[in-house]
């Protein structure tokens, strides 16, 4: 497993993470990518919808309507991505909660020609928590870059971190697409672990910025569900999912070596 130290390179590269829905990159990846933007390297986040069918957790607000709430996610991601130093994202404008493989593939792939990315971060294959969206995007990633050299990193999380969110929602009749027992990995199945370090605090501000995803809008760690933030502020766990292998004993190094 490759360890984390912290380098010191430019880089011409482009990295992009790609999510299903504003917020998956910030709890996820979001320490890896403001380190990445700080040593230089270009990170473009595209997300595939506007995050238009979930719900404001806000207590005091609790819209339903699509447009307005899409509206609202969309401009707490473009929060996020200033919070990690990063360009505003892209949206490809697939239907949250209806997010097609398929509809990906064919709207991602322009992107991908354009900003010709080395690296791709994305969700692992169980979706954090099973969510169909997630699974669709991650597969519509693999698909994009079949018999090519990029390489493809899953965000991963230890076994039963996401376990409460998949019983709340299995419970509320939310059709999850992994089992509750198939979530997660070991440590020792882990590639590439990344110590979030000093960038927990810029990681910490992109979950804040997600002001409709906190049940306590002014506490990050109630993002989503208690306890869920806490460890993910300190390590991020990586699997290589495509590419050449991680040849370099750094991941920031490894990555700009793409």
């Not at 011409?12 to 790609?18: P, S, Y």
């Not at 230089?40 to 005091?60: F, K, N, P, S, Y």
């Not at 697409?177 to 110590?195: I, K, S």
Request: aromatic content about 6%; proline content about 7%.
């Amino acid at each position: 497993m490759i360890a984390t130290a912290w380098p010191r390179y430019t880089s011409a590269m482009t990295v992009v993470g790609f999510f299903a829905h504003p917020d998956d990159e910030s709890y996820s990846a979001g320490g890896l990518f403001a380190a990445l933007a700080e040593q230089g390297v270009a990170v473009q986040i595209i997300c595939a919808t506007r995050g238009e069918g979930g719900m404001d957790l806000r207590a005091r607000r609790r819209t339903q309507d699509p447009i307005e709430l899409g509206a609202t996610r969309s401009e707490e991601l473009r929060a996020a991505c200033r919070a990690l130093g990063l360009p505003p994202p892209r949206f490809l404008g697939q239907r949250d909660g209806a997010v097609s493989s398929d509809g990906c593939l064919a709207q991602l792939k322009p992107h991908l020609d354009e900003l010709a990315p080395r690296v791709i971060v994305t969700l692992g294959r169980d979706g954090a928590y099973g969510h169909p969206d997630h699974l669709a995007c991650t597969d519509a990633v693999s698909r994009a870059v079949a018999d090519t050299e990029t390489r493809v990193l899953h965000s991963v999380f230890p076994r039963g971190l996401f376990a409460p969110l998949h019983q709340k929602l299995s419970l509320a009749s939310f059709a999850l697409g992994v089992p509750e027992a198939d979530l997660g990995v070991a440590r020792e199945d882990v590639d590439a672990a990344f110590a979030v370090g000093r960038h927990a605090e810029r990681k910490r501000n992109a979950i804040a910025a997600h002001q409709s995803q906190l049940p306590d809008a002014d506490e990050p760690l109630s993002f989503l569900m208690p306890g869920l933030v806490g460890p993910l502020l300190e390590e991020e766990w990586y699997q290589l999912a495509a590419g050449p292998p991680l040849q370099h004993p750094h991941l920031l190094n490894a990555i700009a070596a793409a």
